[in-house]
């Protein structure tokens, strides 16, 4: 990684990927989209259109391709965990750099160890990101929050690499935290997450009703969630949790949700499931959330 100019290929250019490499485009680095033909095709034509109120109305060009052909400083992997396993194919390990860092922008906390298994263990970086960002065609971009903010983590990551990425970053726009402890940045998310998606979800609700109409059962959830997080040894905050919660507009939908109202796949296991399953690796008793779990399946088979 050079200081002034990263290489970076985008895996997933939709609502966070597309906004990542515009910004990055813009910022003067060179960027290249991983994507289906179709896809790819548009974005080598036209580039990749931005409407945002804090980074401004703007078009960038990226570089596009099916697969990943040249070492990279950076992959961002910005797809669904529902489409990961898919999307990988187009990031073959011999099209990586000695030095590439892989940062999934993925919901959930299990996605680094199966990347880890399958690429150089010491270059995933995950990331978190809060953002609220819609692809709505191929290389347009809306980003609808007034915000971007990345948190950037890898225990066995070398601080300088995570400092570089940061670093352009966050000067093409995002504010950008490089912070320590995997497992508590991971989990700090899921935390939020968890009680929000599968409530929306369940009850097919916006957060404000959540909170009011079902205010016992997201409290018992954030609690169990809770739990788990600090079974598994990271912090666990639920009356902060809540406070956040009651500081959201009343019409906000998760991404879960948005994705049941549309027919698309759900990151259920990802979300829900994986905190079953660190439930039952600690021992920790979450009833409410085994439920909700197993009634959003049944909902949306």
Known sequence: MTKNSLSVAVLGPGGVGGLLAALLSRAGHQVTCLAG????????????RVGSTPFGDFTAPVAADTALRAPVDAVL???KHTALDAALTRVPASALGTDTLLVPFLNGVEHPA???ARYRPDRI????????????????IEHGSGFAEIDLTGDAVPRPRLDALARALEEAGPTVRVLPDETAVLWAKMAFLAPLALLTTRHGLPLGEIRTRHREELTALVEETAAVSRACGAPADPAGAMARYDSFAPGTKSSMQRDAEAGRPLELDAIGGALLRAAERHGVA????????????????
């Open 37 to 48: 033909e179709e896809t790819a095709a548009a974005l080598r034509a036209d580039g990749i």
């Open 77 to 79: 992997i910005t797809v």
């Open 114 to 116: 199966a990347l880890r």
């Open 125 to 140: 970086a995950p990331a978190v990101v809060r953002v609220e960002s819609t692809r709505v065609a191929p290389g347009v």
């Open 286 to 301: 979450v009833p409410v959330a085994t439920r909700l779990v197993r009634e959003v399946a049944a909902a949306t088979r």
